[in-house]
């Protein structure tokens, strides 16, 4: 084994963090059987969601979430069972809103990301829905082709989060620094480029997760000669009171 004396590009701070693979932990948990867990974002470092990296040593049965907890499922590998009829596979999504009895089923070698939070409804909840990132349309962000956004969940102020795909043009930036009282959780697809969060500016790359709370400036430029791209959510369609 070579040692990395200490080192990780991971970076935890009270309003923002960087996580990198090298210093993911993996864990069990409790109804879970067959699945690992690495819990990258959770309220415990100041987030209102959690953010999951999961994997399957073994097929799996999903236990259901807490009672008032949506969750979003992106496959990263592999494949998983929404029902009898329903299978999803690498690039596909779901939303499951609170209460939802999908008997969720994961094959043995796939990989997920999950988000889980507690949803706030304003007015009836969306009922659960599934596609696949690839079938979903882009648009240019505000005119700039080089960066597309690709919305993953309908645009229906029913949801209270969004889940959007970002892909970047080597050498495309967001047009400003953002700053928002929206939190983000993030996972980086492909690619890499540098990411402002705060005064930091952190070298950035695929396998990589940020978590960004309120009203952290932020921003982020594409480097290398391919498209960099990151499944971002962000609390949505809610007051900021
Ligand atoms: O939707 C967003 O707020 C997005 N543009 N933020 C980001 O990419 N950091
Ligand atoms: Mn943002």
Redesign the pocket.
């Known amino acids: 084994m070579t040692p990395n004396f200490g080192a990780t590009r991971s970076d935890i701070r009270s309003r923002h963090a960087l996580l990198t693979p090298e210093s993911h932990e993996w864990i069990i948990q409790p109804g879970w059987e067959g699945a690992e867990f690495s819990c990258l974002i959770s309220p415990d470092m100041g987030a209102k969601f959690a953010m999951f990296l999961l994997r399957f040593p073994a097929d799996c049965m999903a236990p259901p979430a807490l009672p008032g907890v949506a969750r979003f499922l992106l496959c990263l590998e592999g494949e998983f069972q929404l029902d009898a009829s329903t299978t999803l596979n690498t690039g596909d999504f779901a939303f499951l809103p609170p209460e939802d009895t999908a008997a969720l089923r994961i094959t043995q070698g796939s990989r997920l990301v999950l988000f889980e939070w507690c949803f706030l409804a304003s007015g009836p909840v969306p009922a659960a829905l599934h596609g696949s990132v690839d079938a979903v349309t882009g648009q240019p962000l505000r005119g700039n082709d080089w960066l597309i956004v690709q919305k993953l969940l309908p645009t229906d102020p029913a949801f209270d989060a969004e889940f959007n795909v970002m892909t970047f043009h080597p050498g495309a930036s967001?047009a400003y620094v953002?700053t928002?009282f929206?939190e983000?959780g993030l996972l980086f697809l492909d690619g890499g480029g540098v990411y402002r969060l705060d005064d930091r500016w952190y070298p950035v790359e695929a396998g990589d997760a940020i978590w960004?709370g309120p009203h952290v400036p932020?921003w982020f430029g594409a480097l290398g000669r391919t498209p960099a791209r990151y499944l971002?959510y962000?609390n949505y369609n809610r007051s900021p009171l």
């Open positions: 967001l953002e928002h929206m983000h960004m932020q971002i962000k």
